[in-house]
T-cell receptor, first 113, second 114 residues
Framework: AQSVTQLGSHVSVSEGALVLLRCNYSSSVPPYLFWYVQYPNQGLQLLLK??????LVKGINGFEAEFKKSETSFHLTKPSAHMSDAAEYFC???????????FGAGTTVTVRA | DVKVTQSSRYLVKRTGEKVFLECVQD?????MFWYRQDPGLGLRLIYFSYDVKMKEKGDIPEGYSVSREKKERFSLILESASTNQTSMYLCASSLPGEVNNEQFFGPGTRLTVL
């Protein structure tokens, strides 16, 4: 069974600084990988997904993530944080032969003015 | 615009009550899912359904059951609510197949069991 580890349950960044959220997965087969964002009192919204095409994936709101098979990682970055990026972020993995997603524990991002 | 709706945003129930959480999607998706979300644990899959009247247990099905009588509606049932079922419940839906099958989520129901 696959699992997802998000390093750091809380990340605090200054407005305009780099946002880096780490995600490592364990999977015995090439996975599909996702980043979701959850704003306060809302459901989850898809930021981006990796589906075995380009290893660098661009998503909404200026986020991108890079799939590194050798490191089993799918870290999420944004060059310049905005106050509106304050939210909880979840990494998720799905095997190609399965419908189910396995989620990480989540990382809460706060942005300091 | 794709939409997944859940019947209540907030719900307060008493221990031992039977609780129904309803989810409706308007995207004609085959797959539907129920998760619970708890701080520090992320989302954990309770049940999912890949077709009408079909269901499969997820990672934490104990204490829950589901019903899918119509394609667009997926219900989560707590037969006898307990305080440890106080949580945020999220419904999601997706298309089948390997690509373009990201899950779309509803806004969630925050359930408190007293």
């Amino acid at each position: 069974a696959q699992s997802v580890t998000q390093l750091g349950s809380h990340v605090s960044v200054s407005e305009g600084a780099l946002v880096l959220l780490r995600c490592n997965y364990s999977s015995s087969v090439p996975p599909y990988l996702f980043w979701y964002v959850q704003y306060p009192n809302q459901g989850l919204q898809l930021l981006l997904k990796y589906t075995s095409a380009a290893t660098l994936v661009k998503g909404i709101n200026g986020f991108e993530a890079e799939f590194k098979k050798s490191e089993t990682s799918f870290h999420l970055t944004k060059p310049s944080a905005h106050m509106s990026d304050a939210a909880e972020y979840f990494c998720a993995v799905r095997n190609s032969n399965d419908y189910k997603l396995s989620f990480g524990a989540g990382t809460t991002v706060t942005v300091r003015a | 615009d794709v939409k997944v709706t859940q019947s209540s945003r907030y719900l307060v129930k008493r221990t031992g009550e039977k609780v129904f959480l309803e989810c409706v999607q308007d995207m004609d998706h085959e797959n539907m899912f129920w998760y619970r979300q708890d701080p520090g644990l992320g989302l954990r899959l309770i049940y999912f359904s890949y077709d009408v009247k079909m269901k499969e247990k997820g990672d934490i099905p104990e204490g829950y059951s589901v019903s899918r009588e119509k394609k667009e509606r997926f219900s989560l049932i707590l037969e006898s609510a307990s305080t440890n079922q106080t949580s945020m419940y999220l419904c999601a839906s997706s298309l089948p197949g390997e690509v373009n099958n990201e899950q779309f989520f509803g806004p969630g129901t925050r359930l408190t069991v007293l």
